[in-house]
């Protein structure tokens, strides 16, 4: 009586303990992503800033991107993803051992390929020239990078979601402001604070382009800007201030090489453009020619005999004038 009892408590000892062993058991297979994480620890940073805390439309920004492998394991693959701020253009990018890395600007993935722990290359960096395009005007943009991907070399074990994001300080692009004047000079801003005046070259437009022509031509020269005064000349001299001044359309019933620029108020010009225009016309031609007609017998001197010249018959060409006519297109 006494054995079955001690095999009954068994028993139910085996019962209660076979589902706790397998319980444990799952969850240890359940975590060992999290166990092989805790096991490897990467210890890594990423930090972005621009070259800059100021800009202006137009100017040229540098970014700089730097990966830092501060734990005990190789990296690879390693990914990051640095996008541009919205209002940047990219431009260009330069990273060490560009045959192994590359930055894509279209997805914004820096791929470093490998990352070493110690110093065989424990940090890398990247640097992205952008330009800053008007829509950023007034706005205060920032950099941001964040590990895409970063797995611990040698194992399947993604450490991305493990490693802190980064963002830069700000840079302040400054607002575009009402601007006075044209061309390449200084103008003036109106408005508080930094401004940045925007100016339209001055151009002259031609309706007519350099060529050949066998008829007269009528030029017409205009610009684009409205307090412009184009100038110019149908020599081939360089256009002055002091050359013709333009006002309405230049008639070329000959051939001229046609030069022409414009001024406006503040005295921004314009390139100098040049026009050469070959102008053609048909002319009718008339000429006499000496042409052979036929050959018949004439008598020649042959010889001379005892002082007295002797003579013989030979066939010898006779020529007539013959009159040729037509046209031709001729340079004028």
């Known amino acids: 009586m006494k ?57 040229t920004v540098s970014i700089s991107v730097t990966a830092v492998n501060n734990g005990f394991f190789d990296w690879s693959p390693v990914k990051v993803y640095a996008p541009l701020a919205d209002g940047l253009q990219f431009m260009s990018f330069v990273v060490p051992y560009k045959t192994l890395q590359g930055y894509d600007p279209t997805t914004g993935i820096w791929d470093l390929n490998t990352l070493n722990h110690d110093e065989r290359g424990y940090q890398k960096s990247l640097i992205i020239n952008a330009k800053v395009l008007p829509e950023a005007a007034g706005k205060e943009l920032v950099a941001t990078a964040k590990f895409d991907t970063l797995v611990v070399e040698g194992s399947n074990v993604h450490m991305e979601d493990e490693t802190p994001s980064a963002k ?102 314009s390139p100098i453009y040049t026009q050469q225009y070959n102008i053609y016309k048909l002319v009718s031609y008339k000429y006499n020619v000496q042409a052979k007609w036929k050959k018949v017998w004439t008598k020649v001197k042959w010889k001379k005999v005892h002082g007295k010249w002797r003579y013989h018959w030979k066939k010898v060409w006779k020529y007539k004038t013959i009159t040729k006519t037509g046209t031709k297109w001729v340079k004028t």
């Open 168 to 269: 830069s300080s700000i840079l302040k692009v400054s607002p575009l402001a009402n601007a006075t004047g044209s061309g390449s000079g200084n103008g003036t801003c109106s408005g508080s604070g930094n401004c940045t005046c925007i100016y339209n070259p001055i151009t002259v437009n031609t309706n007519i382009k350099s060529g050949t022509y066998k008829t007269p031509q009528t030029v017409i020269l205009t610009t684009n800007n409205t307090t412009a005064t184009i100038y110019y000349t149908t020599d081939g001299s360089t256009p002055t201030t002091n050359s013709t001044k333009y006002t309405g359309a230049i008639s070329l019933i000959t051939s001229k090489t046609l030069k022409f620029f414009a001024v406006d108020t503040e005295g921004n010009t």
């Open 3 to 59: 054995s079955i009892r001690i095999i009954s408590l068994i028993g139910l000892l085996f019962v209660l303990i076979i589902p706790f062993i397998g319980a444990t058991s799952a969850t240890n297979d359940t975590n060992n992503t999290t166990v092989d994480q805790a096991v490897y620890n990467v210890n890594g940073n990423l930090f972005v800033d621009f070259n800059q805390t100021t800009a202006n439309v137009g100017d």
